[in-house]
Every structure is written in structure tokens, then in C-alpha cells.
């Protein structure tokens, strides 16, 4: 299982931006499709932003379209999460994970991607 590394997480009030990272262990993002995931207490897991290397698609969950942005830095071999005018709702374990999709203009399924960070946990309050 490939090793992934969340970071940027923390605590912010409502309207707040964070910027989170997703950095991988020992091997390179390129060739693989990248989703931001999220699960609230007492809530079932969440696809946020999903991005394929294939297609170049991104997806964008409809609770965060417009607020949320997904990038890649090939450079530096991560990935990016801006999360911009952030809400209560949007209070959760944040998580990385890079799976094989040829495109993502369906949507996240965890299912598709089986290796997964160890989450970072953002928390909207004021």
C-alpha cells in the first residue's frame, strides 16, 4: 500500500479559508488519479475533489463547488486542497487517497482509490 501524508488542518472560523497537502511516500502523483475525501462525526465518508491524471478531469462535490479548489504541484509531487469561505458543515477528518480512474466526470468513490492518508482534521467554529 502506497503512503500518503495529510497536512494543513486545523481550527478556523466560519468564512476562513485553510489550505491542506497531500504528500506521497516513496513514490511519484504523476500516473495516478488523486481524491480528497471527508467524514463528519456520525456521518458516512464524502468525496470532495477528485482529480484524474488520465483525462485531467476534477470533480467537484456540489457542497463545496466554488469554494474548493484541487491542484497538483508536479514539481514538488503534491496535491492541494484550497478550501476557501469554509463553513460548520464543512467540519470533518480530511483525507488523501491515489487510485487508477480514467476519469472523474462521475464523481469520488472511495472504492476506487485504495491507498489512503492517515486524514487531517479540519474544524469550522467560531
Known amino acids: 500500500q502506497l503512503q500518503l501524508v495529510e497536512s494543513g488542518g486545523g481550527l478556523v472560523q466560519p468564512g476562513g479559508s485553510l489550505s491542506l497537502s497531500c504528500t506521497p511516500s516513496?513514490?511519484?502523483?504523476?500516473?495516478?488519479?488523486i481524491g480528497w475525501f471527508r467524514q463528519a462525526p456520525g456521518k458516512e465518508r464524502e468525496g470532495v475533489s477528485c482529480n484524474s491524471a488520465h483525462d485531467g478531469s476534477t470533480y467537484y462535490a456540489g457542497s463545496v463547488q466554488g469554494r474548493f479548489t484541487f491542484s497538483r504541484d508536479y514539481a514538488k509531487n503534491k496535491a492541494y486542497l484550497q478550501m476557501n469561505n469554509l463553513q460548520t458543515e464543512d467540519t470533518a477528518v480530511y483525507y488523501c487517497?491515489?487510485?487508477?480512474?480514467?476519469?472523474?466526470?462521475?464523481?469520488?468513490?472511495?472504492?476506487?482509490?485504495?491507498?489512503w492518508g492517515q486524514g487531517t482534521q479540519v474544524t469550522v467554529s467560531s
Open positions: 516513496g513514490f511519484i502523483l504523476d500516473e495516478y488519479a
Open positions: 487517497a491515489v487510485g487508477h480512474l480514467f476519469t472523474v466526470l462521475d464523481g469520488c468513490s472511495g472504492t476506487d482509490f485504495g491507498s
